[in-house]
T-cell receptor, first 113, second 115 residues
């Protein structure tokens, strides 16, 4: 069982609010990722980090930002949420020798009204 | 440009049937091909994976077939059960430098196994 936790699991907020989605892992993995998942299932990489103080943008452009101050923590922030940000956000981690095997959290479902 | 193409988008089979999900890739530098299974309300979880130097891998009722020359790989589920109903993603991994790997996912297949 993977030990990667996301909070909140569900969030409904109004337009213009600032939100932070939390992601923590207890496996000591150096690599962490954020994916956005469409209602139609497809997974899009929006941010990743290969270690503390290292963050990169993914394949899908996103208005969100991330930080990696501690190995175990990789929060995602939206400064001003809009309805177009409504989606499922999945956090994942992997270790150095894992050939890219990812361990996913259960996701945060964001709805912006 | 989608680097990993997955089909079909959805699939319905009867219990005991053998659903087959296919994926094709473009980049010959991919060196690891995992399949992920996702149940509703959960994150994807690694199901089974294969390296390109192997043509087939079995784990329980799940089998990956790999055709390196055709740049295709597929997932077969033997004796499928209603509990196998989930979304399945194929993926391909590429070394992006040092010990860093980057996964590219297919678009997913929603499998329904009817009782």
């Amino acid at each position: 069982e993977a030990d990667i936790y996301q909070t909140p699991r569900y969030l409904v907020i109004g337009t213009g609010k600032k939100i932070t989605l939390e992601c923590s892992q207890t496996m000591g993995h150096d690599k962490m990722y954020w994916y956005q998942q469409d209602p139609g299932m497809e997974l899009h990489l929006i941010h990743y980090s290969y270690g503390v103080n290292s963050t990169e943008k993914g394949d899908l452009s996103s208005e969100s930002t991330v930080s990696r101050i501690r190995t175990e923590h990789f929060p995602l922030t939206l400064e001003s949420a809009r309805p177009s940000h409504t989606s499922q956000y999945l956090c994942a981690s992997s270790d150095t020798g894992g050939l890219g095997e990812l361990f996913f959290g259960e996701g945060s479902r964001l709805t912006v009204l | 440009q989608q680097q990993v193409k997955q089909s079909p988008q959805s699939l319905i089979v009867q219990k005991g049937g053998i659903p087959i999900i296919n994926c094709a890739y473009e980049n010959t530098a991919f060196d690891y091909f995992p399949w992920y299974q996702q149940f509703p309300g959960k994150g994807p979880a690694l199901l089974i994976a294969i390296r390109p130097d192997v043509s087939e891998k079995k784990e329980g009722r799940f089998t990956i077939s790999f055709n390196k020359s055709a740049k295709q790989f597929s997932l077969h589920i033997m004796d499928s059960q209603p509990g196998d109903s989930a979304t399945y993603f194929c993926a391909a991994s590429l070394n992006s430098g040092g010990s860093n790997y980057k996964l590219t996912f297919g678009k997913g297949t929603l499998l329904t196994v009817n009782p």
